[in-house]
Structures are given as structure tokens and as C-alpha cells.
């Protein structure tokens, strides 16, 4: 599958000619000869035209990149107990969700499914997923990670600009029924908004609510459940259309400017032309959920609710059954979508870092992570005038632990090639209660490979203004209107 920079088909007449007035910013779709309308060409790169051509900064060496993934998988291989889990403080309350996602990290860094760390894995997970399901303790973060999971497969190589996906063995066909089920429990966890930490909380009125974070796991396994041919049935696309509407509720209501999106003057790709001049987007973020002190706006939880509302788009436009009715409610607030994924990654470019999770004093490399996701499933290798890519790469090299020194702070382990937040991240011990060195890892690892599938259908960038004065709806502004959240760190507090 390339990755594509497409326009979405607009699903009711107003949404058409609305795409129609932005002709001279998307590209245009010629009409042959016979007639036909002729599909818009596939164009690799979002914001840049050919991203296989993208290069990366001359101090970010690809071999560099390869040596540090090596790296990473050894060190979190060597820490695999011989059940096939991993000492992590996560296990206790997740269960196989830790492990289902280091094993994700493992296998996207390049690990086959026949290695032994998988295979002892794999049969823990199974084998605790029982245990849990029987006991009604399964958790949205575990399966959404495990749906992941039953999908992976390794890349064929390490090129972060490879425009094709490894071609699929599709060895999950044997796991399918398991699959179903593991959607099935998903669809359960909704609240009728997003997802809640599991079902248990939902049905029996436990004190946990939905949140922005169980939101983006689950539909990260929704999507890779798509990919492996179990499509959302009509109840279930109700649900993702509430959670649209939902994140596009929650969204900050006005926010500032943002500049165009793609490599400025003396940028190493600055001379790689842009397939879009659309105007720059509004910065309005999300935060983890609604009041109570949880709603600050983070760079985690708004590039969580742009891959979102990206995944929603995708399964509720994508191939799969349709229903009318919802397609046309979903026709009527396209448009809204799109101004929200983009003024989203507008508000990440307003705040950019790689070095900290912008407003955030915690959940670091869960929000590098997350900027991947973003980016990859837009299609923005630029958010802003930041090369996401190169800039996380550049600090993830230059933090991978590479001494082998005994670590007082880790069990006396030598430490050779993982990552630890709370040695690069502040003061000692400044994330300890939210992560640990083994997901800080995994992170790593799924930044560094890219290892999100990109969307069959990646959003347009929004045109604010243009010919015939083409607005794309956005909230009213507050009365008084908010101000924009200071790109500077905070001390860890609640949510994410």
C-alpha cells in the first residue's frame, strides 16, 4: 500500500461543492477521453510532493537509526522472563496488554514470528487473555494493543520513507474468530462517546469514565481489525460516529495561526516542492478528558485525538458495508472533521518538541509515539515547519542508554540500549509513576521503525480560504475566548 495523499469523497451534494471550491488547492481530477472521471494519482509525502525522495539531517545517519533498533529489540529481548512476559509495574493491572505491546515493538523493529521471544509471547498472552476474559477483567488498552499485535508483521526494510508496505502473509487468518471476539469486546467498552479503561465500567457503573487515551488505543485496534477483514457493522459505526462528535466537541473552541505546513528555507528537503498551498490551520488541541483538572490540553492527547479522528474517517468511509442514513449524517460534519485533524496537528506545531510532551511534565515517549501516529496517518512528514521524523530520530539517538553500566535506579541491569525517560526527561524519577524504561523502549521502537499503517484515505489539508471564499465550519468562539495553552512544560499531573 503507498502512501497516499488523497482527497476524501465527499458524501452529500453540499460537502461536493464545497471540495469543488478548493479545485485549485486539491489536486484536480482529469476526465479522460472516454469519459470517465478519472481517480486523483496516488502522491506519496502529505505536504511534500515524492516523500520517497525525503532526506534526512545530515547529523541523523540511517545506519545510525538501524544500530540503535538493533539495539533496543536486544535489550528488551534479554529482559523477557522465561514465561514470555516482562517484569514491567503495567502487568499487574493490563495484564498482556505490556507484553502484547513490546512484542509489538519486537516485531515491527524487525523480530519474525518464528523467533523464540515471540512464541513464548504469544503463548502468554493467550493464555493470560483467557484467564482475563473469564474473570471479566479484560482492559480496552490490552486488546486494542493486541489487535495491533495479531496483525504485525516485520518491514521488509528500514527505509522510514519506504512508499509500500511489507506485502501481508496474513497469519492472522487462523486467529480470526479470536479477533472478532476481541472487537466484539471493544464495541462493549463504549460508552456511547469513546472508551473507557474496560467493559466492567460501563456495564457495571464503576467509577471510571471514558477518556481520550482508551480512545485512541481502541480504535487503533479497530483499524488493524479492518485491515484483517473484520469491517464495523451498523451498530458499531454508530458508536464511531458519537465519538466523532464527541472529539469534535472536546476540541478547543479557537486557538492562533499557524504558518503553512512543509520545509522552510535551508531545510534539508527545502527544495522538494508542496503538493498544497492551502492556508495554515488554526492550533486548537484536545486534552485527556472533560474537566475535573483532566482537561489541559497535551501534545499526547492531541495527536491521540488526531489519529482518532483519522482511523474514525477511514472506517466510516473506507470499503465495507454502508448505510445510508449514517453516511449522509457523516457527509454533513466532513468538513468539521477535517478542520479538527488539521487544526489539531496545528496546535502540535505551535507547541513542537520532541523533548518533552508539550504541557506535560510526563508521558514522554508515549507522546513521541504518538506524534508518529500523526503523522504518519495524515500523511505530514512536516507538522508546521518541524520535520517530525528527523527531529524525533535526532534526540532518540542521543538518548539510547549506551554505557553498561549497572543501574542503580533499574535493578543493577545493564542498561545497553534501552531508553529511559526519567534520565533525559528532568529531574530523576520525574515519570516513574506513569512509565518505565521497557514501554519507553517500545516507544522508541515504534518511532524509529514508523510503524503505524497509514489509512486507506488520508485527509486533505482544510482550505480556510480561497476561491469563492471556501470556510470550513468551526465552533463559534468562546465568550471571552480562550487563550492559547503556553508551549512550556508542566509539572506530571492529571491525565496525559
Given at each position: 500500500?503507498r502512501r497516499s495523499f488523497l482527497s476524501l469523497v465527499m458524501i452529500c451534494a453540499a460537502a461536493s461543492l464545497l471540495l469543488a471550491a478548493a479545485a485549485p488547492v486539491a489536486r484536480a481530477q482529469a476526465k479522460p477521453a472516454g469519459g470517465a472521471m478519472k481517480k486523483p494519482e496516488n502522491k506519496p509525502g502529505g505536504d511534500v510532493e515524492q516523500k520517497n525522495k525525503l532526506k534526512l539531517p545530515?547529523?541523523?545517519?540511517?545506519?545510525?537509526?538501524?544500530?540503535?533498533?538493533?539495539?533496543?529489540?536486544?535489550?528488551?529481548?534479554?529482559?523477557?522472563?522465561?514465561?514470555?512476559?516482562?517484569?514491567?509495574?503495567?502487568?499487574?493491572?493490563?495484564?498482556?496488554?505490556?507484553?502484547?505491546?513490546?512484542?509489538?515493538?519486537?516485531?515491527?523493529?524487525?523480530?519474525?514470528?518464528?523467533?523464540?521471544?515471540?512464541?513464548?509471547?504469544?503463548?502468554?498472552?493467550?493464555?493470560?487473555?483467557?484467564?482475563?476474559?473469564?474473570?471479566?477483567?479484560?482492559?480496552?488498552?490490552?486488546?486494542?494493543?493486541?489487535?495491533?499485535?495479531?496483525?504485525?508483521?516485520?518491514?521488509?526494510?528500514?527505509?522510514?520513507?519506504?512508499?509500500?508496505?511489507?506485502?501481508?502473509?496474513?497469519?492472522?487468518?487462523?486467529?480470526?474468530?479470536?479477533?472478532?471476539?476481541?472487537?466484539?469486546?471493544?464495541?462493549?467498552?463504549?460508552?456511547?462517546?469513546?472508551?473507557?479503561?474496560?467493559?466492567?465500567?460501563?456495564?457495571?457503573?464503576?467509577?471510571?469514565?471514558?477518556?481520550?487515551?482508551?480512545?485512541?488505543?481502541?480504535?487503533?485496534?479497530?483499524?488493524?481489525?479492518?485491515?484483517?477483514?473484520?469491517?464495523?457493522?451498523?451498530?458499531?459505526?454508530?458508536?464511531?460516529?458519537?465519538?466523532?462528535?464527541?472529539?469534535?466537541?472536546?476540541?478547543?473552541?479557537?486557538?492562533?495561526?499557524?504558518?503553512?505546513?512543509?520545509?522552510?528555507?535551508?531545510?534539508?528537503?527545502?527544495?522538494?516542492?508542496?503538493?498544497?498551498?492551502?492556508?495554515?490551520?488554526?492550533?486548537?488541541?484536545?486534552?485527556?478528558?472533560?474537566?475535573?483538572?483532566?482537561?489541559?490540553?497535551?501534545?499526547?492527547?492531541?495527536?491521540?485525538?488526531?489519529?482518532?479522528?483519522?482511523?474514525?474517517?477511514?472506517?466510516?468511509?473506507?470499503?465495507?458495508?454502508?448505510?445510508?442514513?449514517?453516511?449522509?449524517?457523516?457527509?454533513?460534519?466532513?468538513?468539521?472533521?477535517?478542520?479538527?485533524?488539521?487544526?489539531?496537528?496545528?496546535?502540535?506545531?505551535?507547541?513542537?518538541?520532541?523533548?518533552?510532551?508539550?504541557?506535560?511534565?510526563?508521558?514522554?515517549?508515549?507522546?513521541?509515539?504518538?506524534?508518529?501516529?500523526?503523522?504518519?496517518?495524515?500523511?505530514?512528514?512536516?507538522?508546521?515547519?518541524?520535520?517530525?521524523?528527523?527531529?524525533?530520530?535526532?534526540?532518540?539517538?542521543?538518548?539510547?542508554?549506551?554505557?553498561?553500566?549497572?543501574?542503580?535506579?533499574?535493578?543493577?541491569?545493564?542498561?545497553?540500549?534501552?531508553?529511559?525517560?526519567?534520565?533525559?526527561?528532568?529531574?530523576?524519577?520525574?515519570?516513574?509513576?506513569?512509565?518505565?524504561?521497557?514501554?519507553?523502549?517500545?516507544?522508541?521502537?515504534?518511532?524509529?521503525?514508523?510503524?503505524?499503517?497509514?489509512?486507506?484515505?488520508?485527509?486533505?489539508?482544510?482550505?480556510?480560504?480561497?476561491?469563492?471564499?471556501?470556510?470550513?465550519?468551526?465552533?463559534?468562539?468562546?465568550?471571552?475566548?480562550?487563550?492559547?495553552?503556553?508551549?512550556?512544560?508542566?509539572?506530571?499531573?492529571?491525565?496525559?
Amino acid at each position: 500500500m503507498r502512501r497516499s495523499f488523497l482527497s476524501l469523497v465527499m458524501i452529500c451534494a453540499a460537502a461536493s461543492l464545497l471540495l469543488a471550491a478548493a479545485a485549485p488547492v486539491a489536486r484536480a481530477q482529469a476526465k479522460p477521453a472516454g469519459g470517465a472521471m478519472k481517480k486523483p494519482e496516488n502522491k506519496p509525502g502529505g505536504d511534500v510532493e515524492q516523500k520517497n525522495k525525503l532526506k534526512l539531517p545530515a547529523d541523523v545517519d540511517q545506519k545510525a537509526i538501524n544500530e540503535a533498533i538493533d539495539n533496543g529489540q536486544a535489550w528488551l529481548k534479554k529482559q523477557q522472563e522465561s514465561g514470555g512476559t516482562w517484569d514491567n509495574f503495567h502487568i499487574g493491572p493490563y495484564g498482556f496488554g505490556s507484553p502484547a505491546l513490546l512484542t509489538l515493538a519486537l516485531v515491527k523493529s524487525g523480530m519474525p514470528r518464528t523467533d523464540p521471544a515471540y512464541q513464548k509471547a504469544m503463548k502468554f498472552i493467550k493464555e493470560d487473555y483467557a484467564d482475563k476474559k473469564g474473570r471479566g477483567l479484560l482492559k480496552t488498552y490490552a486488546v486494542g494493543v493486541l489487535l495491533m499485535l495479531l496483525e504485525a508483521e516485520p518491514p521488509k526494510d528500514r527505509d522510514p520513507f519506504r512508499t509500500e508496505e511489507v506485502a501481508k502473509g496474513e497469519p492472522w487468518k487462523a486467529d480470526l474468530a479470536w479477533v472478532q471476539e476481541c472487537v466484539d469486546f471493544l464495541m462493549r467498552a463504549h460508552t456511547g462517546k469513546r472508551w473507557t479503561y474496560g467493559e466492567a465500567q460501563v456495564v457495571h457503573g464503576g467509577d471510571e469514565v471514558d477518556d481520550n487515551s482508551n480512545t485512541q488505543y481502541a480504535l487503533l485496534g479497530l483499524a488493524a481489525a479492518n485491515r484483517m477483514g473484520v469491517k464495523p457493522k451498523e451498530a458499531d459505526r454508530k458508536k464511531l460516529l458519537a465519538t466523532v462528535k464527541d472529539l469534535l466537541e472536546q476540541q478547543q473552541k479557537q486557538g492562533p495561526p499557524v504558518g503553512k505546513f512543509g520545509p522552510a528555507a535551508g531545510d534539508v528537503n527545502a527544495d522538494l516542492r508542496r503538493t498544497s498551498d492551502a492556508p495554515a490551520p488554526m492550533a486548537r488541541g484536545w486534552g485527556y478528558k472533560r474537566g475535573g483538572g483532566w482537561d489541559t490540553v497535551t501534545g499526547s492527547m492531541t495527536t491521540a485525538c488526531v489519529a482518532s479522528l483519522v482511523i474514525c474517517n477511514d472506517l466510516l468511509t473506507g470499503p465495507g458495508p454502508k448505510f445510508e442514513p449514517l453516511d449522509r449524517e457523516y457527509g454533513q460534519i466532513h468538513q468539521q472533521v477535517r478542520a479538527a485533524i488539521f487544526d489539531g496537528l496545528g496546535w502540535v506545531a505551535k507547541n513542537f518538541t520532541v523533548e518533552r510532551n508539550p504541557n506535560n511534565g510526563a508521558w514522554h515517549y508515549y507522546y513521541l509515539y504518538g506524534l508518529e501516529r500523526a503523522g504518519v496517518l495524515t500523511g505530514q512528514e512536516y507538522i508546521g515547519n518541524h520535520f517530525w521524523y528527523g527531529d524525533g530520530a535526532r534526540y532518540l539517538l542521543k538518548c539510547q542508554i549506551k554505557t553498561h553500566d549497572p543501574d542503580p535506579n533499574n535493578n543493577g541491569k545493564d542498561m545497553f540500549g534501552a531508553w529511559d525517560s526519567t534520565r533525559q526527561n528532568g529531574k530523576p524519577g520525574q515519570n516513574a509513576e506513569h512509565i518505565d524504561p521497557l514501554e519507553d523502549t517500545a516507544f522508541a521502537l515504534l518511532f524509529l521503525t514508523r510503524a503505524t499503517v497509514p489509512p486507506k484515505v488520508i485527509p486533505a489539508p482544510v482550505i480556510t480560504e480561497g476561491p469563492g471564499g471556501a470556510l470550513p465550519p468551526r465552533p463559534a468562539p468562546p465568550v471571552p475566548a480562550n487563550p492559547p495553552t503556553p508551549p512550556q512544560p508542566a509539572a506530571p499531573g492529571k491525565g496525559k
